[in-house]
């Protein structure tokens, strides 16, 4: 069977001259497609004989919406979606003043297995395709009655481990005739797949490049993030550096500030000129504590000397202000939630 809802315009293109029906069938094929068309019924405007040639082979990826928790704080809804095949993941929606953002998803699990990350818990599971990625804009879009301006991919997995797909869904979500949300309002967050990065850069797409540092010296990365092992910090820097280089776009630094751990003076010098070596806009993000895990978030005090030598130094930062904070909303909770009752049940 074949996915329509992952292919490109020009594909679409290839598979409907294929079934010998005229080009422009595609087109409205991939309309109904972006509009979110479950079944090839609602297609009103294409003969029954093409729809009856599409079903034979075709089918439209749909998510089914499990469990949904909106924030009495701040109103972020987060879904967890059922995939065909029985799966989940999560997207959550944060409402801000310059529009809608969502946070989706791009494996179920994720192998890379961050010491403080609750999706790296049961391992990878499989990827997402481009059509579950886009159905996870697409469901939020239709269940919140909202508009979408903004994606980030940081839900549950690592990006630059499902590459294709990923480029397949940002091409998709970018298509004026569809979704059209502009590579500007996309940002990707990787754990620092370095391998990857110039492939990227290739794709010349206008998105932001986000790297989870979370640790500016070895030991300590290393420690927190087995993807720092036999790649090490220096080539990370290196690395964020060539793709400003080749895309004339900064990167931006993820730190999620861990008590005692990564946050201390020293660690704060580190960072600063690595950040400046890139010119990488920092993203402090107080951390979300997970049951299974022993990390503790910082303290205010430990922040506020962090940010004194962050400031000192001409850091460009923020501290990312907490979102869906009664909603289990970071990486992995709700579906690891889901996992843990659904064990209890047993
Ligand atoms: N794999 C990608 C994207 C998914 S994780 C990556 O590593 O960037 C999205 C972001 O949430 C990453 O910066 C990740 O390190 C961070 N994160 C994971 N668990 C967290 C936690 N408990 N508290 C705060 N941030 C967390």
């Known amino acids: 069977m074949t996915d329509l809802k992952s292919l490109l315009p020009d594909e679409l293109e290839e598979y409907v001259l294929a079934l010998g029906e005229p080009k422009f069938r595609a087109k409205q094929l991939f309309q109904w497609l972006a509009k ?39 109103g972020t809804i987060k879904y967890l979606w059922q ?28 192998r890379q297995g961050c010491a403080f990350c609750a999706s790296a818990i049961g391992g990878l599971v499989r990827n997402l395709t481009a059509a579950e990625m886009l ?3 697409m469901y939020s879009e239709k269940d919140s009655g909202e ?5 980030v991919i940081m839900g549950i997995g690592e990006p630059l481990d499902n590459f294709d797909n990923v480029i397949r869904f940002l091409r ?16 990707l967050s990787t754990c620092g797949i370095i391998e990857r990065f110039e492939d990227l850069a290739r794709e010349d797409m206008q998105m932001t490049l986000a790297v989870s540092l979370h640790a500016p010296d070895d030991e300590t990365r290393s420690r927190l993030m087995p993807a720092n092992r036999g790649r090490g910090v220096a080539r990370l820097i290196d690395a964020c550096q060539d793709y400003y280089k080749r895309t004339g776009r900064r990167v931006t630094f993820e ?7 990564n946050d201390s003076p020293v660690q704060a010098k580190q960072l600063a000129s690595a950040a400046k070596r890139v010119g990488a806009h920092v993203n402090l993000i107080p951390l979300n504590h997970v049951e299974e895990r022993q990390f503790q978030p910082t ?12 400031d000192k130094a001409g850091v460009n930062y923020t501290i990312r202000r907490k979102l869906g904070g009664d909603v289990d909303a970071s ?3 709700l579906r690891r939630s889901r996992e843990l009752e659904e064990r209890r049940q047993e």
């Not at 959550?92 to 699990?109: A, F, T, W």
């Not at 508009?147 to 994606?151: A, F, G, L, R």
């Open 36 to 74: 979110g068309a479950e079944s090839f019924e609602q297609m009103s405007n294409l003969p029954k004989g093409f729809r009856e040639k599409l079903s034979a082979d075709g089918y439209v990826d749909t998510l089914k919406l499990l469990r949904k928790q909106v924030s009495a704080e701040d």
């Open 83 to 110: 995939l065909h095949d029985g799966n989940a993941v999560e997207t959550v929606l944060m409402r801000y003043k310059h529009g809608n953002s969502v946070c989706i998803s791009s494996q179920v699990g994720c």
């Open 135 to 137: 159905g996870e804009v």
């Open 147 to 151: 508009k979408v301006s903004n994606i």
């Open 172 to 187: 998709l979500v970018n298509r004026p005739e569809g979704m059209n949300i502009g590579m500007r309002h996309i940002s």
């Open 255 to 261: 730190y999620a500030m861990i008590n005692e751990v």
């Open 299 to 310: 303290t205010p005090e430990r922040m506020k000397d962090f940010c004194r030598v962050l």
């Open 331 to 333: 990486c992995g909770q």
